[in-house]
């Protein structure tokens, strides 16, 4: 592949990627906003409960294969058809499982409520199993304006499901069936663009070829869901759930800024550079950039969110959310590095390095439950911190392969990463001064949304930031191809 044509494929993959998770998630993030304040923490708290079984089941569905597929340069039609049939049975048994569980479950927690809640919810682990190969080969072509359409008309249809199934009264059953609508109609939507169906019959030679590259990533994976979501556990078991709820939407601001970029050029990244795997320079070459113009796009999003947290949950929310607004500011600073991470992660991928994702994560895992294992002996706001030093430790281990695969280690990337650090500290003091200068929540929500971006912009400017300016020159290309055409 061309450098030229390497770069159209990534900036048109990277635009609609994002167009397709920012207006998806932007719809979901108001939606779910109003539904919060129409049914309170507690709700919000028993979903959280069921979200360890949820994430551990799904990458368990996938099972590593999806990314195998990705990472493969000749792929066949059996080939997909033997992903396809191995997520759905999977699924079905995986959906067996929790509804037998579902009473064991909801003793766990002692929430009666959860038995029913579980054999309903988990559903739509069988509904997501039948598009994770119209997904995946989407992904392999770069096609996210297909995946956009798809998701901002399931998000919108089942986003307006919940809000009124809210409104009515419905409590919890609101996001229940909100969440059951979005998976069905995925798969609705997803048949209609994709047409794809398996053609072909289940493929030994296929499975053992898959699995030798996906086995890996299904252990490593299973283990980063199970730390991921042990701390649901952890604060649904011994606080309750109204703690839960809080810890939960203060974590879900951070991922919506953090998760979601990130998530982007990990989706694109992966199957545009897999094709130049054996060409170190231009894949460290490539591999900075998207870290560098990640940074530039999360850390003042993270920092300055952490700024105005408190206008912005009083304003949004109202004020029987605002407990989770320290917890927001602490977690921040974990999902701050949460893009560092992941892209170092992604470029080991890319070099088909599986075997150093496990070794990874069974070391860095390890440190983080033991950390969880310490701070649970405290109250939230410590539990929030130990997830501050796990992060910090995940990037510092996470570069140790970086530097052996192409010699991008850890003092090399925070040093490159620095001035960017600096300047989203700065948005941060800005939005702490506007937020206890202005009383009025909406009115210092409003006032920082002004400030923030613009001191960053200047700073960018003032600074010289070489990846702002490559960033706006990829935009200024974009338009102005869109403008010929």
């Given at each position: 592949m061309g450098?030229?044509?390497?770069?159209?494929?990534?900036?048109?993959?990277?635009?609609?990627?994002?167009?397709?998770?920012?207006?998806?998630?932007?719809?979901?993030?108001?939606?779910?906003?109003?539904?919060?304040?129409?049914i309170g923490p507690d709700n919000y708290g028993l979903i959280a409960?069921?979200?360890?079984?949820?994430?551990?089941?799904?990458?368990?569905i996938d099972g590593g294969f999806s990314s195998a597929l990705?990472?493969?340069?000749?792929?066949t039609a059996a080939d997909f058809s033997t992903v396809f049939y191995i997520n759905f049975g999977i699924s079905l048994l995986t959906y067996a499982a929790l509804f037998f569980a579902a009473p064991a479950i909801a003793s766990f927690f002692g929430q009666p409520i959860l038995a029913p809640i579980t054999r309903v919810y988990s559903f739509n682990l069988v509904l997501n199993s039948l598009v994770a190969v119209n997904r995946t080969k989407l992904t392999i072509d770069v096609d996210f304006k297909t995946q956009s359409k798809i998701s901002f008309y399931s998000a919108v249809l089942s986003g307006v499901v919940g809000v009124g199934l809210a409104w009515y009264g419905y409590g919890v059953w609101a996001l229940v069936y909100q969440a059951l609508a979005l998976a069905l109609l995925n798969v609705l939507f997803?048949?209609?663009?994709?047409?794809?169906?398996?053609?072909?019959?289940?493929?030994?030679?296929?499975?053992?070829?898959?699995?030798?590259?996906?086995?890996?990533?299904?252990?490593?994976?299973?283990?980063?869901?199970?730390?991921?979501?042990?701390?649901?556990?952890?604060?649904?078991?011994?606080?309750?759930?109204?703690?839960l709820g809080l810890y939960s939407r203060a974590d879900k601001f951070n991922q919506f800024a953090s998760s979601n970029i990130s998530g982007v050029l990990q989706r694109v990244s992966f199957p545009v550079l897999s094709q130049i795997q054996d060409d170190d320079a231009r894949l460290l070459s490539a591999y900075k950039k998207y870290m560098q113009i990640s940074a530039l796009v999360v850390f003042p999003l993270i920092l300055g969110m952490c700024g105005i947290a408190r206008p912005m949950i009083e304003a949004l929310l109202g004020q029987q959310w605002m407990g989770?607004?320290?917890?927001?500011?602490?977690?921040?600073?974990a999902y701050l590095w949460d893009c560092v991470v992941m892209v170092n992660l992604n470029l080991i991928y890319v070099k088909g390095h599986s075997d150093y994702v496990l070794k990874l994560e069974i070391i860095k895992k390890s440190i983080a439950f033991a950390i969880l294992a310490v701070t649970l002996f405290f109250d939230l706001t410590v539990i929030c911190c130990g997830r501050v030093v796990y992060s910090l430790i995940a990037f510092y281990l996470n570069t140790y392969y970086t530097k052996k695969l192409l010699n991008y280690g850890f003092l090399t990337q925070l040093k490159e990463l620095a001035p960017i650090l600096f300047m989203s500290l700065v948005v941060t003091a800005i939005g702490l001064l506007v937020s206890w200068m202005v009383s009025n929540a909406i009115a210092a929500l409003v006032l920082s949304l002004l400030v923030c971006p613009l001191a960053y912009v200047i700073m960018c400017r003032l600074f010289k930031v070489q990846a702002f300016d490559e960033l706006l020159d990829i935009l200024k290309n974009k338009l102005n191809g869109i403008r010929k055409h």
């Open positions: 450098e030229e044509s390497l770069k159209n494929k990534t900036v048109n993959g990277v635009i609609w990627s994002f167009i397709e998770r920012f207006s998806v998630q932007g719809v979901v993030f108001v939606l779910d906003l109003i539904i919060a304040r129409l409960m069921l979200a360890i079984f949820m994430s551990v089941s799904q990458v368990f990705i990472q493969r340069k000749q792929r997803s048949f209609y663009y994709v047409r794809w169906l398996p053609r072909e019959g289940f493929s030994r030679d296929s499975f053992k070829n898959l699995f030798a590259f996906g086995s890996k990533l299904l252990v490593a994976n299973i283990i980063s869901a199970l730390y991921a979501k042990a701390y649901d556990v952890v604060i649904g078991k011994k606080f309750d759930k109204g703690s989770c607004v320290t917890m927001l500011q602490i977690l921040a600073f």
